[in-house]
């Protein structure tokens, strides 16, 4: 079983910055993909970017410039640095852990709020 523990939500001004991090444990399976989902109020949760195992990253278009997934496997965390934030990014982020031993594993969510 996969455990996910996020931090580094918060309240930021238009324009600033933040750093979210989440680190799995429990039964990690080498080939896997680590990511960054995202759900604003009376919204559906929507993709914010995927990190595989190898490196390869995706990303919403809506975020492409101004945020970058990272990972460190040796520690099995992935960050995602958020820059330039605005308050339509203001949501609850949840972190992502797939392989295709466990399916899909969510983390318990962090909030993030952008003040305008």
């Known amino acids: 079983q996969v455990h996910l523990v996020e931090s580094g939500g918060g309240l930021v001004q238009a324009g600033g910055s933040l750093r979210l991090s989440c680190a799995a444990s429990?039964?990690?399976?080498?080939?896997?993909?680590m990511g960054w989902y995202r759900q604003a109020p009376g919204q559906q949760r929507e993709l914010v970017a995927t990190i595989q195992s190898v490196g390869s990253t995706n990303a919403a278009d809506s975020v492409k410039g101004r945020f970058t997934i990272s990972r460190d496997n040796d520690k099995n965390t992935v960050y995602l640095q958020m820059g330039s934030l605005k308050p339509e990014d203001t949501a609850v982020y949840y972190c992502?852990?797939?392989?295709?031993?466990?399916?899909?594993?969510w983390g318990q969510g962090t909030q993030v709020t952008v003040s305008s």
């Open positions: 429990g039964g990690i399976f080498g080939i896997n993909v």
């Open positions: 992502n852990y797939r392989d295709r031993y466990v399916g899909n594993v």
